[in-house]
């Protein structure tokens, strides 16, 4: 019989520290072996076990929806990818000149270093800006537990809102930190998706920037060299697009299951690939004579753009994270630890 009382959080917090000295000393093993391992197939072995290993990693950080799908975000999904491209000498860690540090913090956090031929890359937001949206956050945040009496369509246009502002502050919160301790310039990670013109626009240049450049040069590229070759240089294009969906709609559904431990019924999958499929044929029809002739206002097209995400999200993006609760667990995580903070400015005083 146990004399103390288990403790979730406690046994949260100790799978996390595990999980993520792991990971630190996985990158350690990177950066000092595998670098020195000339790349290709070789190079590749010895990061395949690293691999794996960040797969299996989110499953240590269950019932935590944040822990966990932060973690799966910056581990599994980038850090692979990142490694994969590695591998091979491409990508992100592959600079010869990068340290210790910096390697680590490159793969492990949703940052790129900016390069100093980069100029054209967009600069980092004011500390206005993300203190406006942290507000607005928190507002959301505090409108949704009045859920129960909020209409369901409402409260899905609700849930976009946070998961923007929520991704956007939180992708901030650790770039920053390695942007000044480090001395480093990194790109972008958002730029005001809710001014896109067109499902081009958002989903090449403004959502979710570090994700955009993963996918370009680990899907993107190699696979329009490869249609191109069969199909011609534009068809090429657009099946190196969708396959780019693709990838990305089987690591969401990856996520949802480490979220939900639930067997996937594909929603999620479906919303990415059509997206795929529509942002293809935009770039078609915009290469196309129809497309030089004839285009939208830039304020017509953008209500349709963020209209098509925000109709198409409350239907395939969000049913399977609200089906099985895993919206209430992770809203209740920040109720608790604001909360907490609460109680922290009240002792001071």
Known sequence: MYDVAYDPSKMIMKSFFISWSAIFASLVFSYFISKNIK??????????????????????LFPSPNIC?????????????????FAFDKGPLSSPSLSLVQF?????????????????????????NYAIKFVLLTIVIRVCEYRSSIHHNLLLTIYCLF???????LLAMFATPARVLLKIEIEPQFDEPYLSTS??????????????????????????????LVVGKRWGSACAMLASFVVSALMHELIYFY??????????????????VCTALEVLVKKSEFGEKWRLNRLVSGVLTIGFVMGTSFWLFFPQLVRNKADLRGLEEYRIVSQWLNDQVVRLI
Do not use: C
Request: hydrophobic share 50%; glycine share 6%.
């Open 199 to 228: 499902l081009q626009d958002f989903w090449g240049r403004r959502w979710n920037l570090m994700v955009s450049s993963i996918l370009r040069s680990s899907v993107y590229e190699p696979v329009r060299s490869i249609a191109g």
């Open 69 to 85: 799908g932060i973690s799966a975000f910056f581990i599994t999904w980038l850090a692979n990818f990142k490694l994969l491209l």
């Open 104 to 128: 680590i913090s490159a793969a492990s956090l949703p940052i790129k270093i900016k390069k100093p031929h980069d100029s054209q890359m967009g600069t980092l937001k004011s500390p206005l």
């Open 39 to 60: 790349p290709g197939k070789i190079r590749l072995i010895s990061l395949l076990p690293i691999v794996l290993l960040f797969t299996l990693i989110p499953l240590n």
């Open 259 to 276: 979220l939900t431990r639930v067997e996937p019924t594909w929603e999620v999958s479906w919303f990415f690939v059509l997206h795929g």
């Open 163 to 169: 998961i923007y502002l929520n991704t956007e502050i």
